[in-house]
């Protein structure tokens, strides 16, 4: 209910197609976006250039690391000694 008076159409829409993919993010960016709310943060309905504003704040505060390793296989005709 609260989302709906403080999101533009537009805003609501791709939240909403956020959500269909990944669940989580989307559920973070709605408890943001109800804090601030609640705190009296937003004073204007939040447009979607906004939302992905927020939405690239809260992707680099959680981006993880993907660390690769690339073990080769020792082939028996290898002589190391």
Do not use: C, F, W, Y
Not at 23 to 42: F, W
């Amino acid at each position: 209910m609260i989302l709906a008076q403080i999101l533009s159409s537009e805003a609501r829409e791709r939240l909403s197609r956020i959500a269909l993919v990944k669940p989580d993010k989307a559920r973070s960016v709605e408890d943001v976006l109800l804090r601030a709310a609640q705190t009296g943060g937003i004073s204007e309905k939040v447009s979607e250039e906004r939302l992905i504003s927020l939405l690239e704040q809260i992707n680099n505060q959680t981006s993880k690391q993907t660390k690769v390793t690339i073990q080769r296989r020792r082939s028996v005709l290898d002589d190391d000694d």
